[in-house]
């Protein structure tokens, strides 16, 4: 069973910028989709970043333009590049395979790890 280690995550300003790293336990085949996802205090995980088998790349509204998310294959290893934080940014950020439903829908296909944290606050 394939475990996700998040690192990198901390307290920034507003205005800031953080890259968080993911390590799964085990490897993690270049075609597998991979997404960042995030969860509030009080809310659900909500995935912000997607990168598909393809390479092709997907962002929700609230991050677009300025989250990136990449890998690096060799390192094993999926990035989420974050600028011009926010104080809604804050949550703790998790990674994870994805799968899709019969209707098109994702979810997140493994058990979640320990997250990171990122509060954005001055």
């Known amino acids: 069973q394939v475990q996700f280690v998040e690192s990198g995550g901390g307290l920034v300003q507003p205005g800031g910028s953080l890259r968080l790293s993911c390590a799964p336990s085990?490897?993690?085949?270049?075609?597998?989709?991979m997404g960042w996802f995030r969860q509030a205090p009080g809310k659900q995980h909500e995935l912000v970043a997607r990168i598909g088998s393809g390479g092709n790349l997907n962002y929700a509204d609230s991050v677009k333009g300025r989250f990136t998310i990449s890998r690096d294959n060799a390192k094993n290893t999926v990035y989420l590049h974050m600028q011009s934080l926010k104080p809604e940014d804050t949550a703790v950020y998790y990674c994870?395979?994805?799968?899709?439903?019969?209707?098109?829908?994702?979810?997140?296909?493994?058990?979640w790890g320990q997250g990171t944290q990122v509060t954005v606050s001055s």
């Open positions: 994870n395979l994805l799968r899709w439903d019969a209707l098109g829908n994702v979810h997140p296909l493994r058990a």
């Open positions: 085990g490897r993690i085949l270049s075609i597998s989709a």
